[in-house]
């Protein structure tokens, strides 16, 4: 059997209606202050969980902007790279048309000194004009007094084994001497 108390204790506290401030018991009061310390405690975590992601937020924006600076300055850098790379390239093909220049120098003047030579072991034999066409000198001179002089400054100059193909195109009496053309080709002048 269930009983029912309609009367209600007698000795409990009765509620406070609401709307009014009446004194609060001990045990009112400690559950209030427990409720104040949670929610403060609840206040103090999420506060301090708050400032701990605005200190992260600005640490990483930090780290951002120091990304971003070395990110420019590696770009910097990598244009200054391609740069000389181009200056080291254009030095190169500078080098490369220099040594170029030097290798073909030195066959004219090989070619110089030795018809130089050659002229010097003929007395009485003057070079008049020098030139170079397709790989094929043309040369034209004077001898004094002996036509045989020719043949020996021919002799020379195959005897020397740098020049091919050298033949007489013209051969004429001035002035008490010998005009003479030659056309050859020469092994010193890289055909």
Same mark, same amino acid.
């Given at each position: ?8 204790? =007698?000795?409990?506290?009765?509620? $406070? ?9 001990p045990?009112?009061t400690?559950?209030?202050l ?32 120091? =990304? ?12 200054e790279?391609?740069?000389? $790379? ?35 072991? =003929? ?8 030139s170079? $066409?397709?790989?094929a !000198? ?11 002089? =020719?043949?020996? !400054? ?8 740098? !020049?091919?193909r050298? $033949? ?7 002035n ?14 890289g055909?």
């Amino acid at each position: 059997m269930i009983r029912i108390n309609l009367a209600g204790d =007698v000795g409990a506290a009765r509620p $406070e209606p609401p709307g009014r401030m009446g004194r609060a018991g001990p045990g009112r009061t400690l559950r209030r202050l427990l409720a104040m310390a949670m929610m403060l405690g609840a206040a103090t975590v999420v506060l301090k969980w708050r400032m701990e992601q605005a200190a992260r937020s600005q640490g990483l924006e930090a780290r951002i902007q120091q =990304v971003r600076r070395l990110r420019q300055q590696h770009q910097e850098w990598a244009r200054e790279l391609e740069g000389l $790379e181009q200056g080291g390239r254009s030095m190169e093909r500078r080098i490369r048309a220099i040594e170029q220049l030097r290798a073909l120098q030195a066959r004219p003047v090989r070619v110089l000194d030795l018809l130089s030579d050659c002229v010097q072991e =003929v007395p009485g034999l003057r070079l008049q004009e020098l030139s170079r $066409e397709n790989g094929a !000198f043309s040369l034209s001179g004077l001898v004094s007094a002996d036509s045989s002089r =020719v043949s020996a !400054f021919i002799d020379r100059l195959q005897g020397t084994g740098e !020049f091919h193909r050298v $033949e007489l195109v013209h051969f004429q009496e001035q002035n008490g001497g010998f005009a003479f053309a030659l056309t050859f080709e020469g092994s010193a002048t890289g055909r």
